[in-house]
């Protein structure tokens, strides 16, 4: 499956975007879904996720009631909801796609997923 983010962009702090993951070449409904974000020198951080089939959903604990990731199976894609953005959301964000994973204790884990696609930058200015 190839994967493609895109919707990032400046946003002021409180403000919302929203991210897309298309994805081609297959399903994403079989695969479970994931976002990261990555600022420099640190590692990729775990942002969200959605199960594949049933579609259940897991957050980090500091973005519960912020984000919130869906599926639009007709589209073919993923997407992530970000509201009251801060700074601190500055980041580029990945999505990702894994084969197999269903858990929490899974999916928030980078080397879960098999595809990633290229980020797009988020940055959220004070």
């Known amino acids: 499956v190839q994967l493609q983010a895109s919707g990032g962009g400046l946003v002021q702090a409180g403000g919302s975007l929203r991210l897309s993951c298309a994805a081609s070449?297959?399903?994403?409904?079989?695969?479970?879904m994931g976002w990261f974000r990555q600022t420099p020198g640190k590692e990729r951080e775990f942002v969200a996720a959605?199960?594949?089939?049933?579609?259940?959903?897991y957050y980090a604990d500091c973005l519960k009631g912020r984000f919130t990731i869906s599926r639009d199976n007709a589209k073919n894609m993923v997407l992530v909801q970000m509201n009251s953005l801060k700074p601190d959301d500055t980041a580029v964000y990945y999505c990702a796609a894994a084969r197999d994973g269903y858990f929490y204790s899974q999916l928030s884990r980078a080397n879960a997923y098999d595809y990633w696609g290229p980020g797009t930058l988020v940055t959220v200015s004070s």
């Open positions: 959605i199960t594949r089939n049933d579609g259940v959903t």
């Open positions: 070449g297959r399903t994403v409904s079989t695969y479970s």
